[in-house]
Each structure stands twice: as C-alpha cells, then as structure tokens.
C-alpha cells in the first residue's frame, strides 16, 4: 500500500542540511566566479567527490551513494540554490550520463565505467543534439556503420553539457548492420578514442560555469562492447534516460526558484521606502506569496515524480509535468525577484540577474516545455 507522506525523512533531512552547508561554504564563494568567467574548478569537482555527488544513486558497490530519488533531488535543489552551473554539471552527469549505463549496461560495462563515474574520476554527458535534430530527436543524422566487431562513427552533436570535461559520452547514431538491419543505438564513445573533437566551449546566457561543445566524430572506432543496450533500442534508452533527467532538471528549476524566493525576503524586509519596509505594500507581499505557492507546488510535483521513479511505475508524465511547472516558475520567481529589488536587481553586484539567466535554459533543455506539453497532453488524450 502506497502511504501519502510529504514528510522527509530523517536521513532525507540530514541530506539536505549537509548538502546546504556544502554549498554554502564552498560553492557561494566560487559561483559568481564561475558565472562571471565561465569557468569551472577541478578542486570543487573534488570536494563534490567527497560527498559522494557523483554517484548519487549508484549503488554502493560501484562507489556510489546508493540514495533514493527524492535524496537525489535534494541534493541538486541545494546545489542549484547556490549554484546552478554545477547542478547542471552534477545532473546531467548522474542521470542522463550514468543512470542509462547502470540500467541498460551489461555487467562489463559497469564494472569498466560506473566506479570511475561514481567517485568523479571520470565525468559523463549525454549527446544527442544536432544540427539538425534537436525537438525531433529521432531527425539524428550521426551514423555508426559496422565493421565486424565495431562500428565507424561519423557525424557531429551540438549543444552538449560537460561537452568538454566529459570522459564517458552516450552518443546516439544511426546505425547500419553488416547485415543490413538498420535503427538507431546508443554507444559509450570514450574522450580518447581516436577521431572524438571536441568543439570550442559556447559563450552562454546562463549556466555559464557548465561547459557547452560541440562534438564532431571522425570515423571514430567504436568497439561492439560499447553499444548500450541491444543495438536497436537506442531511442528507447535516450527517452527513459530523459525522463529520469527532467526530474533532476525541474529539481535544478527549484532551486533557482528558491534562492531568488530567499533572497527576495531578505531584501523586501530590509529595504525602506516611504519610511516602511517596501515587504509592508501590498504589490510586495502578494508577489512573494506567489513565489511561495508557486516553489510549494512546484516541490510537491518534483517529489511525486522522484517517488514514483522509486515505486518503478511509468514517470513520464510525472517527470515532464515537473519539469515544465517548476522551469517555468524558475523564470516567473527569477524574473519577478528582479522587480522586487529595483534597480539593484538589475546590477551584477547582487545574484538577481545571475538567477533570472541561469533560469532560462531549464525551460529548453532535455525538451523544451513545448514538447513537455506535448508528453502531457498525449498522455490525457490517451495517445
Ligand atoms: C545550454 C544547453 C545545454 C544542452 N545540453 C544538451 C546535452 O547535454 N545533450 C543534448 O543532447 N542536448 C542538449 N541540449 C539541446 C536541447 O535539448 C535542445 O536545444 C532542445 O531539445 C531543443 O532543440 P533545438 O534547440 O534544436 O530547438 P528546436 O527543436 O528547433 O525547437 C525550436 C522551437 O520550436 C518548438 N517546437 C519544436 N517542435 C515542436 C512541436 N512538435 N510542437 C510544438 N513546438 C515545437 C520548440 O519547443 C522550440 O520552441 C542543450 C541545449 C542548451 C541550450
């Protein structure tokens, strides 16, 4: 019997304290550093290897945390709160780079990748994006022709997180069979594999101290032992790989949402105008209890879908509707804590603005919320 309890656990709790230390005293200090030069720290990389981040829910025997969902997005709400460049780093590392090799990979392939990602030695992406396949992920272009006991790759991804700091790239290709059959896969592609360029990194609105390439592949050799999955179910892995993202993308959402609440507070209580904190008129007040109802809902719709991951029941709906709502509100809540700051929102003295355009791309990226409505609405329609 499944039980309706929005209460944490004690461990849950204890998860999220730690973690809001962490990034308090280790992240703030570099955020605005990373924001402001687009750049990023292997020395907190290690430090994040301390707490285990980088294999949140990998179980223990692989190096990881062995966490739940909820722990999970937890974790990367507290981080984002703080920092939301290296939540996208630490997201798209455990859930669309590591999570598919710990669900569809074979034994080999988790004994030969997932300690290495657990422990943070090796960074892992996930690259589907092209030119001209990005909405229409099935559009890739990519191709992986076999040569006996590997496949070529040849092609080119845009847009890819940890595009230059990744080690581990799941990769989807077109590909074609010395027997003829055709489909598309999925394939681990290593950063040292001969032919894997890695384009310059992209100078960004926000996430700015995540790094963005492109990748080209020049007939790069891809041994047979590197397919994920079976050959053929490429595209069903990239969509369950996805669905378990958005989850950590909307808990990405929510912690943008929530500084930028925090911050709000604190200034609307401290700031006088007409000889009254401006938190006393009513045009103040209302926006923040709409911020407030908006991360409440918000929050309760990324936890139902980290618990219904947890109960293994179909989360795709879940998962696009909280990514959706709490994108979304990021950019409302962002955007609205600017207006309640005045001017000094506006000024890069202060993390307002940084909010607002690190808010931006969790509304595009792992689908843009048009095709997150587009999930939903398939789903009520029954298609
Ligand atoms: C900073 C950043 C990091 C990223 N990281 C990664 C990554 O690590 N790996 C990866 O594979 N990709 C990554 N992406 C790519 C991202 O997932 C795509 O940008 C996104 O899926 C949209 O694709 P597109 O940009 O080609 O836009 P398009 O698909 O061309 O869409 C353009 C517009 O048309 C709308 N649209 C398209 N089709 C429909 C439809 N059927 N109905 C209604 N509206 C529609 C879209 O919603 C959008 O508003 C990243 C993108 C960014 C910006």
Not at 253 to 260: C, K, P, T, V
Not at 347 to 364: A, G, N
């Amino acid at each position: 019997m499944i039980i309706l309890n929005f209460e944490l656990t004690d461990q849950q709790k204890l998860i999220r304290r730690n973690v809001r230390k962490f990034a308090n005293d280790i992240l703030a200090p570099v955020a605005p550093i990373f924001d402001k030069e687009a750049t990023f720290s292997q020395k907190i990389f290690e430090k994040l290897a301390e707490i285990n981040a980088w294999g949140i829910q990998l179980p223990e025997e692989y190096g990881g945390a062995g966490l739940d969902s909820i722990s999970y997005t937890l974790i990367i709400e507290e981080i984002a709160r703080v920092c939301a460049s290296t939540a996208l780093t630490l997201t798209v590392h455990n859930s669309v780079g590591a999570y598919p090799i710990y669900k569809w990979g074979t034994e080999e392939q988790k004994a030969r990748f997932l300690t290495d990602l657990a422990r943070g030695r090796k960074i892992a992406g996930f690259s589907w994006t092209e030119p001209n396949a990005g909405s229409d992920a099935a559009a890739i272009e990519t191709t992986a022709v076999q040569e006996g006991d590997h496949f070529i790759l040849n092609g080119s991804k845009i847009f890819v997180t940890n595009g230059g700091i990744a080690s581990v790239m799941l990769i989807g290709a077109k590909f074609l069979t010395d027997d003829g059959q055709k489909g598309i896969g999925a394939f681990i592609v290593e950063r040292d594999m001969k032919g894997y360029e890695i384009g310059p990194p992209e100078d960004k609105l926000g996430m700015r101290g995540n790094i963005t390439t492109s990748l080209y592949f020049h007939d790069v050799e891809i041994p047979i032992e590197n397919v994920l999955g079976n050959l053929s179910d490429g595209f069903k892995i990239a969509m369950d790989a996805l669905n378990v993202g958005r989850i950590g993308i909307a808990a990405q959402a929510l912690g943008i949402a929530q500084a930028a609440f925090e911050h709000s507070i604190e200034y609307s209580k401290g700031r006088i105008q007409f000889g009254r904190p401006i938190s006393s008129f009513q045009g103040i007040s209302f926006k923040l209890a709409e911020m407030s109802a908006k991360i409440d809902a918000a929050r309760l719709l990324v936890y139902n879908a980290a618990f219904l991951k947890d109960q293994k029941r179909d989360i795709s709906k879940a998962s696009a509707t909280c990514k959706y709502f709490a994108s979304k509100i990021a950019r409302e809540i962002s955007q609205e804590a600017i207006q309640i700051h005045g001017g000094y929102g506006y000024m890069k003295d202060l993390p307002l603005e940084r909010y607002y355009r690190d808010s931006k791309v969790t509304e595009l990226y792992e689908g843009t919320n048009e095709i997150m409505k587009l999930i939903i609405s398939r789903k009520i329609l029954g298609k």
